[in-house]
């Protein structure tokens, strides 16, 4: 497709469930990165993904987050064990290069119950 | 302490002003990033700065590396400019540091 999908869009669940998001990043977009936005607070980093190095997983909040990308293609973020503090809008982007614009997909708006 | 401090927080303005967003930042860049999130959440990447001035319409970017400084400049404010703009920045250590945002309202 032409920009950056997200699925699902929304995702209600209960906690200590485990969820899984996708995002498949624009044809030839290198750079991959991943982002919350809890209600009311600013975007915050979570990990980001480079050709085929090894993925800054700085901003992961816990060890039950954790996300996959091969090569250019599909990245899934995982969350484990999801708890309240969860919800939130989980926004993915993609960008050619390291230093490239950003381009957005639409979110997926997690709730956990 | 913010990595990344943005002022105003909120700003009204009416129709046909000119505007200005600041964003200061405290470690050493090698990208500036200015966002635009809609009510509903939507959010467009506007500028990738890393250096100079960029024009796209009405709006302006200009950053100033030896001051750590950069500013969003809208002309001739429109309503449907309202919206929340975001400044992010890459750092030289590849993290990604985000401002909280400037809420504009333009009123017609």
């Known amino acids: 497709g032409a920009g950056v999908s997200q699925s699902p869009s929304n995702k209600v669940t209960e906690k200590g469930k485990d969820v899984e998001l996708r995002c498949d990043p624009i044809?030839?977009?290198?750079?991959l990165y991943w982002y919350r936005q809890r209600l009311g607070q600013g975007l915050e980093f979570l990990i980001y993904f480079q050709g085929n190095s090894a993925p800054d997983k700085s901003g992961l909040p816990s060890d039950r987050f954790s996300a996959e990308r091969t090569g250019e293609s599909v990245s899934t973020l995982t969350i484990q064990r999801t708890q309240q503090e969860d919800s939130a809008v989980y926004l993915c982007?993609?960008?050619?290069?390291?230093?490239?614009?950003?381009?957005f997909g639409s979110g997926t708006q997690l709730s956990v119950l | 302490k913010n990595e990344v401090e943005q002022s105003p927080q909120n700003l009204t303005a009416q129709e046909g002003e000119f505007i200005t967003i600041n964003c200061s930042y405290s470690?050493?860049?090698?990208?500036l990033h200015w966002l635009q999130q809609h009510p509903g959440g939507g959010i467009v990447s506007l500028f990738m700065l890393s250096s100079g001035k960029k024009k796209h319409g009405r709006l302006i970017a200009t950053i100033n590396i030896q001051e750590k400084h950069s500013s969003l400049h809208i002309t001739a404010s429109h309503p449907r400019d309202s919206a929340v703009y975001i400044c992010a920045v890459r750092s030289t250590g590849n993290q990604f540091y985000f401002g909280t945002g400037t809420s504009l309202t333009v009123i017609p």
């Open positions: 044809s030839g977009h290198t750079a």
């Open positions: 470690v050493g860049i090698s990208a």
């Open positions: 982007a993609s960008a050619r290069g390291s230093v490239g614009k950003l381009f």
